[in-house]
């Protein structure tokens, strides 16, 4: 294989230091996993360890950092890195991509991925450059913001890419994400996991050169490939407006853009919800400053605004939800100063903004006191900084999301509380999508939307195979949610954009992929990574203590709380038919109707070569 170094590099924290040592990669992992997500869920079952599972803030818990197999090649929306760990969040496998550099310094160092286990006795940042591999004292950088670290790491370390958390991370937030050079790994609280190993950054640069095994073939197609994509409508929108242009659906059309802690669907409690809309959704022609893409990305949705105290590349459509709508404020000038702080002192803006909504929620119902009010931008504010520091008492409650300040509680609160195995939902209401209630309840990593892409068939109706759904059946969302995660693990396995679900996909990827890679595989291949990808994540999650009947459910309020406005008003998820959809979900995987796969469904995806015994125990010998 010309493409992938067959390497990776494994760095143990020793007390004050690093020792590095290269291990070999079976030519399998490629050939079943291709990369990214799903061989960077395999390192870490690997390197974790096959008696009991080491606990999340333990220095034992490995972070396994692992680019897409076609990061570095010439398709530009190719950039995505996966990190993964064992979440402190959910207990359960976390992970997050990221569009950051990291991924392709590595690759050009030699490595196809980077492993860090055990931790520092003080904070540190380790670097790895031609130079080799070594840790340097964090010292005043521990402490600071993420802007300002960055900017002070780059003085000495200039063009170096970097893995940077922020005081939420250092204080081991559970909600703590980390910055790749301006590009966030954000969910699951991975911050938290560098925090523990006292690893205030890592810094990559490599020197090598990325052949692929078909030069010519490999830039020609991707030149096609690169030009369907940025023309097409859907890359045209994100372009001129960002992800908040998603609002024309599930604010205008549907009605399923949550608001409140979710009491309301859409804009109609702002004081003018036509102009909120209007601001909202397309800011970004009248305030953009600049743009930040990812990296090699010929076709940026990013949107840089300036806030007064700085830019920020964002608000996100998610972010617009979780500082904007599921608080109280409309305003964007107010979200991009929030989301700028909450970059710079390093969480996970969907998690922190819906832990925020919940106690204000629970302020209301006096269960909790001191609480800001909707909308109140100045309390937040202050509120987000002691949540990162875990100053006072309502930041201190606060500060590791929702399920533990209810924990906290002894569980007052409980009914208010909006989350998956830990995990706080993203901005689509599931009562008016049925196939996103189903993948936010099955999800490895919680209540997710980037799992199953689900939204994405929903709210146009149709996408990639499918057309004409329905999102308020339940008829056909079994399937369609398995497909869609199967395919939404092919983009995070290869590190293509799930932005470029509207032109590329296995199809007509396979080619490029032969070209780049050598590795023959046929579009159905490439998919079937994708399928194995999520049986080997549900196995690591039973190993790491799942329990399907307990965890693959939804909140109680979606079940007994209708919509209360807007065009999906009254809907609400019908536990029975949920049940039936899940169980045909667990039937559609070769799963048993417990949610076990079965040691058949291994065999048939050659997952039997490559897992270790721990995990080839846990399955069931049939689908009884």
């Excluded at 992992?29 to 390197?47: F, S």
């Excluded at 360890?49 to 990061?71: A, C, F, H, K, T």
Aim: proline letters at 6%; charged letters at 25%; a neutral charge.
């Amino acid at each position: 294989m010309a493409w992938f170094h067959g390497k990776g590099l494994v760095v143990e924290l020793d007390g004050g230091g690093a020792r590095a040592r290269e291990e070999r990669v079976p030519q399998e992992y490629y050939q079943l996993l291709l990369g990214g997500r799903g061989l960077g869920v395999l390192l870490w079952t690997l390197h974790a360890g096959s008696r009991d599972p080491p606990s999340p803030l333990d220095p034992g818990n490995p972070l396994v950092i692992s680019p897409g197999g076609l990061v570095g090649s010439p398709l530009s929306t190719a950039s995505k890195t996966a990190f993964v760990a064992r979440s402190p969040q959910t207990g359960l496998l976390g992970r997050a991509m990221t569009g950051g550099r990291i991924g392709w310094e590595l690759r050009k160092a030699g490595y196809d991925y980077l492993v860090i286990a055990g931790g520092l006795e003080e904070p540190g940042v380790l670097i790895v450059d031609d130079e080799g591999v070594r840790v340097e004292p964090a010292g005043s950088l521990w402490g600071l913001t993420i802007g300002e670290a960055r900017r002070r790491l780059q003085e000495e370390y200039k063009g170096y890419a970097d893995a940077i958390i922020g005081p939420a991370g250092e204080n081991k937030s559970r909600i703590a994400m980390i910055d790749t050079n301006g590009r966030q790994a954000g969910r699951t609280g991975l911050g938290a996991v560098m925090g523990s190993k006292n690893l205030k950054a890592i810094l990559v640069k490599g020197r090598g050169t990325l052949r692929p095994a078909k030069p010519g073939e490999a830039r020609e197609i991707a030149r096609r490939l690169n030009r369907e994509t940025r023309e097409h409508p859907a890359s045209k929108a994100l372009v001129e407006y960002g992800t908040p242009i998603i609002m024309d659906y599930t604010n205008k059309k549907h009605g399923v853009l949550p608001s409140l802690n979710w009491k309301r669907s859409t804009l109609s409690w702002c004081p003018d919800p036509e102009k909120a809309h209007a601001e909202l959704s397309r800011f970004a022609p009248k305030h953009r400053v600049s743009r930040n893409p990812c990296t090699g990305c010929g076709r940026p949705c990013s949107q840089v605004l300036e806030t007064g105290e700085g830019r920020v590349d964002g608000p996100e459509y998610e972010t617009v939800y979780a500082l904007g709508t599921n608080i109280g404020i409309c305003n964007i000038r107010e979200i991009a100063s929030l989301n700028r702080l909450a970059d710079e002192l390093g969480f996970d803006t969907i998690s922190l903004g819906a832990t925020i909504a919940w106690a204000i929620h629970a302020g209301e119902k006096g269960i909790i006191v001191g609480t800001p009010g909707w909308g109140d931008y100045e309390a937040i504010r202050r509120l987000i900084v002691d949540m990162a520091h875990r100053r006072g008492t309502l930041g201190s409650l606060l500060a590791d999301g929702v399920r533990a300040a209810v924990e906290r509680l002894g569980g007052r609160g409980g009914d208010l509380a909006l989350h998956v195995k830990g995990l706080e939902p993203p901005a689509y209401d599931a009562r008016g999508l049925r196939g996103m209630a189903l993948g936010y309840a099955v999800a490895s990593r919680g209540a997710d939307h980037l799992t199953s892409g689900a939204y994405a068939f929903e709210l146009p109706g149709s996408l990639w195979r499918f057309s004409g759904v329905d999102r308020l059946s339940y008829e056909g969302k079994a399937l369609l949610v398995k497909a869609g995660e199967d395919l939404m693990a092919f983009y995070d396995n290869t590190g293509i954009c799930k932005f470029s679900r509207y032109t590329l996909h296995p199809e007509n990827v396979a080619p490029f992929w032969k070209a780049v890679t050598g590795i023959d595989h046929a579009p159905g291949d490439l998919l079937e990574a994708g399928e194995r990808t999520i049986t080997l994540e549900r196995l690591v999650n039973l190993w790491l203590g799942l329990d399907p009947e307990r965890d693959d459910t939804l909140p109680e309020r979606l079940y007994t709380e209708p919509i209360s406005d807007g065009p999906s008003k009254g809907q609400v998820i019908d536990r029975e038919a949920f049940n039936t959809m899940r169980r045909e979900y667990y039937a559609s995987r070769g799963w048993n109707p417990r949610g076990i796969p079965t040691s058949y469904t291994l065999l048939r995806l050659g997952l039997e070569e490559i897992l270790p015994s721990n995990l080839k125990d846990l399955a069931t010998p049939s689908l009884r």
